[in-house]
């Protein structure tokens, strides 16, 4: 009985071993796993600088499950380093078009995240060219490493929102803000005429009437130098000393408008004048006799 218990005790101890020596043995057959790093992008055939994503300390930024990732994020520190070589590299604003224009990373172009789709942006030609993209915070600049990395783009390079850029900004230029000013537009038959309002109360009081809606007189000849109509209501009257030329729209009386095509002399008020007319050409829009004509504004900047 004693010998049979030592038996087994020997035997169990032996099991043991073999079971160690079998799994010792495993690992040094099984060749080990190789840890994958950012990633690099090749060159191309023309010789273009080797950029690793290791150079300039990219991290990723989800898990790839060991493959490359599809794009690499920086901080700016490192993203100020790489805006200072002379790589051919673009940087990418991703906001909309007011906040661009608050202020940018200088020489930053703007392509909206919200306009990068399924066709690759004109501005960025190059697949393999260096990218730069940050937004305000870092949200929207991600959604468009994605979306180019879907595109092809190989050397994506995302750094954040500009809110915490410690680097210089500029604004673009603010265009002073023009004020629109009324047109006249006089109509006869098929053609059309645009004429510049003149600068006193007559003017702006006709402007004002025309605003509400268009007016249509009926314009006879007077003198052989005008057309003339009596309006629906008086302006006021700013009268000089006036030697007409074709295209003058004039104010007589107070209640009565002219459009003249030849010359006259007489104490009354311009409204508008007419430009790049002639004689000829008033006298075959207006024609001979009575002719209706309308008037109306239009806004221009």
């Known amino acids: 009985m004693k010998r049979a218990a030592i038996f087994a005790f020997t035997l169990i101890c032996l099991l043991a071993f073999a079971g160690c020596s079998s799994r010792n043995g495993g690992l040094q057959g099984k060749p080990q796993d190789t840890a994958i790093g950012a990633g690099t992008a090749e060159a191309d055939a023309g010789g273009k600088k080797e950029v690793t994503a290791d150079t300039w300390g990219a991290s990723e930024t989800e898990d790839t499950g060991g493959e490359v990732p599809a794009w690499h994020q920086i901080d700016q520190e490192t993203a100020k380093r790489m805006m200072e070589e002379d790589d051919g590299h673009v940087v990418v604003d991703v906001r909309r078009q007011d906040e661009y224009d608050e202020g940018h990373i200088p020489g930053a172009i703007l392509i909206p995240n919200e306009t990068i789709g399924s066709e690759r942006p004109e501005k960025l030609p190059d697949l393999d060219q260096i990218i730069l993209i940050y937004c305000r915070s870092g949200n929207r600049s991600k959604q468009a490493a994605d979306k180019l990395a879907a595109l092809g783009y190989t050397n994506l390079y995302e750094f954040g929102g500009i809110r915490e850029w410690t680097g210089e900004v500029v604004k673009e230029e603010q265009m002073e803000a023009v004020n629109p000013t009324p047109v006249l537009v006089i109509r006869a038959g098929e053609k059309t005429f645009y004429a510049d309002f003149e600068e006193n109360s007559s003017a702006e009081a006709f402007a004002e009437q025309l605003s509400s809606g268009e007016l249509e007189l009926e314009l006879h000849d007077y003198g ?66 009575s002719v209706t004509v309308s008037f109306s504004v239009e806004w221009s900047e």
């Open 224 to 289: 052989g130098f005008e057309k003339v109509g009596s309006l629906p209501w008086n302006l006021p009257r700013n009268d000089t000393s006036i030697t007409t030329e074709p295209g003058d729209v004039i104010l007589y009386q107070g209640n009565q408008i002219t459009i003249y095509y030849d010359k006259n002399t007489w104490n009354f008020t311009r409204l508008a004048k007419i430009g790049n007319t002639s004689r000829d050409a008033l006298l075959e829009a207006l024609g001979e006799g």
